[in-house]
């Protein structure tokens, strides 16, 4: 005889860690449809759980976007630190290590340059977990939580930050407007990002997409 859907006998998840199953589950629900489609009831149900055992570690629906949102983010620091790996050894190769002011300033162009691309690169390959990694509106003051970073243990966040100051270090960026340039560096990347995942670019032709991203990082960089 089948066990009633939802009954008692499911309320202990005996798989493990029932809070990152759930997480999991959440990811999932937000890659293939974007926050709209993290619904909590359908996360324990991929998990094979009743609500009521979800509720001891996700309070409800907006608590597990929270999470799903915060590591989404991870996964958007991951690709920006993939491109700034791969920025890093081109950089070096093409001014070698003879002369270190000239080898950091082109490494502080190379690394601004990836965490923009990394992050656009991951919208298009991922828009539901980007559209997730966003849409909960939290004060700025968050944006260093463990919780949102990825890999190498930054966030999205904080990797930008740190390419801008190393802008400033290498002399291309002058300490006086170094402040708040974080916001119009992201508010320029991620408007593209959103205008090619949602909006009017969406169906830019492939071969344009590396072109206006070219672009874009370039106008961020004399912006600044």
Known sequence: MSEPRGGASRDTYRHG??????????????????PHAVVLREATRRVGVSPN?????????RALLEAVSDAAQGFVAD??????????????????????????????????????SGYLRFARSEPGLFRAAFSV???????????????????PFQLLTIALDEHVE???LPAERRAHTEFLAWSAVH???????????????HELVGGVERRLLDMVEQGL
């Open 17 to 34: 860690d029932l809070q990152q199953a759930l997480l999991d589950a959440g990811v999932e629900l937000a890659r293939d449809g974007g």
């Open 53 to 61: 055992a979800a509720y001891r570690h996700f309070a409800d629906h």
């Open 79 to 116: 690709a920006m630190e993939d491109e700034l790996a791969s920025a890093t050894a081109a950089a070096e190769r093409a001014v070698g290590t003879e002369d270190p002011a000239a080898l950091a300033a082109e490494l502080a162009r190379a690394h601004l340059r990836a965490v923009g």
């Open 137 to 155: 509106p939290r004060v700025l003051d968050r944006a260093d939580s463990s919780a949102k970073a990825g890999r190498g243990g930054r966030t």
């Open 170 to 172: 290498a002399g291309i």
């Open 191 to 205: 408007g593209l990002a959103t205008l090619m995942i949602d909006g009017p670019l969406r169906g830019l032709p």
